[in-house]
């Protein structure tokens, strides 16, 4: 009976999370398998399941606008994750200082994150429109000759993109590297301190290296986050001017719902997948060693 209760006990919490474990494996990986799949048919509207090998990977890579979308691919995560990390470390070096009011310092720093992409997306859209934010704003008050026309400027346009998901994530990485800052021992930057180094060369040369597995989990956040861009470059741009600021995320939309190509659409998204998880493997992998 004892035995029975005990094999009762240990199965109750597994039979809790069952469920969990159920519905993400049908939706998540049962998906992720389902689009593979796809990626190798020559499903148009509907799915169709005749094998055709790996002609829309292929074709995918025969596709100049695809081309053109990793490439901004790479503008916009090498700079975006650069300019998230840099101006989120300075902004969690300034509140580790014990600053008045620090609370309310995170809390303005961190808002940002708290609001979607559609919103962040209109608001930078409206304040960069030419004829309704900023310049407008600078000409009204009589700089006649000031423009700031990036949004509709092809060459610029991606720039935009840039600065409307650095203001909105940088908060989050803020918080990251500032919980990082609290745990480094306090002793070790006492004894710099007591040996004549100063506080830049403390944090250069102490502080900043300890930090270094806040810096990878938090390049893996921010990678994620780029490459599944899609909202914020919906709401500004539309992936315009022409095609100048389109995304992998936009190109597989497109040509899955708009084209109406959804095998070729399937492709981009395992592509997509596939750089994902370049990077998340290693963590993960790196994770699983550290903890055993």
Known sequence: MKSKLKLLENSIPKLIVAPTFLIMIIFIYGFIAWNFILSLTNSKLLPVYTFAGLKQYYAL???MKWWLAMENLLIFSSLFIGFCLIIGLLLAIFIDQKIRFEGIFRTIYLYPMALSFIATGTVWQWMLNPGLGLEKFVIDLGFTDFT?????????????????????????????????????NSEVINAAKIDGASLPLIYWKIIIPQLGPVFFSSIIILLHIAIKTFDLVVVMTKSGPGFSTVLPSIFMYDYSFARNKLAFGASSAMIMLFFVMIFVVPYLYRELRRRS
């Open 61 to 63: 890579f025969d596709n």
């Open 148 to 184: 700031f026309d990036w949004i509709v400027n092809s060459e610029m346009a991606i720039y935009t993109i840039i600065l409307a998901a650095v203001w909105q994530s940088t908060g989050f990485i803020m918080v990251l590297l500032l919980a990082g800052l609290r745990g480094i």
